[in-house]
């Protein structure tokens, strides 16, 4: 959290309304046409997010309809992004394209989700809640 406001990646119309300045993208709008370099490191550390979130639900995938994707709306970080967990799956199935400054930040890091101590996480965890949660 280098100036205190996590940036969002994955948090896409079709997938749930949430709390933003900026309007919800589409996750329709954010296909790449080839595959994304790096994309099993992205994938992993996607996944290895730290959980602030953690959500017992069915999602639905909006580019394959009848097939849904299990704790979709989990939220992790890494300490300066929020992502869906799902975000790993769209990435992965449908060539989903990662924000350019996330994927910078992934590589410098050697696409190893840094720790990060309880006051951080707890931070992160409130900002996630006010994003997701209306009434929060």
């Not at 046409?33 to 550390?45: H, N, S, T």
């Not at 909006?62 to 300490?79: A, H, K, W, Y």
Request: proline residues 6%.
């Amino acid at each position: 959290m280098t100036d205190g406001l996590l940036r969002t990646a994955g948090m896409f119309r079709e997938l749930g309304e949430v709390r933003s300045v900026e309007p919800q993208e589409s996750i329709f709008d954010r296909l790449r046409d080839d595959d994304l370099p790096e994309a099993e490191q992205v994938i992993g550390y996607l996944k290895a997010g730290h959980v602030l979130i953690a959500a017992m639900d069915i999602a639905d995938d909006p580019f394959e309809p009848g097939r849904q994707i299990m704790n979709g709306s989990t939220v992790l970080t890494d300490g300066d992004w929020l992502w869906r967990k799902d975000f790993a799956y769209f990435v992965e199935r449908h060539r989903v394209d990662v924000p350019v400054d996330f994927l910078h930040l992934m590589r410098s890091r050697g696409f190893t989700v840094p720790p990060r101590d309880f006051p951080t996480l707890a931070a992160c965890s409130a900002q996630a809640r006010q994003l997701m949660f209306w009434g929060s």
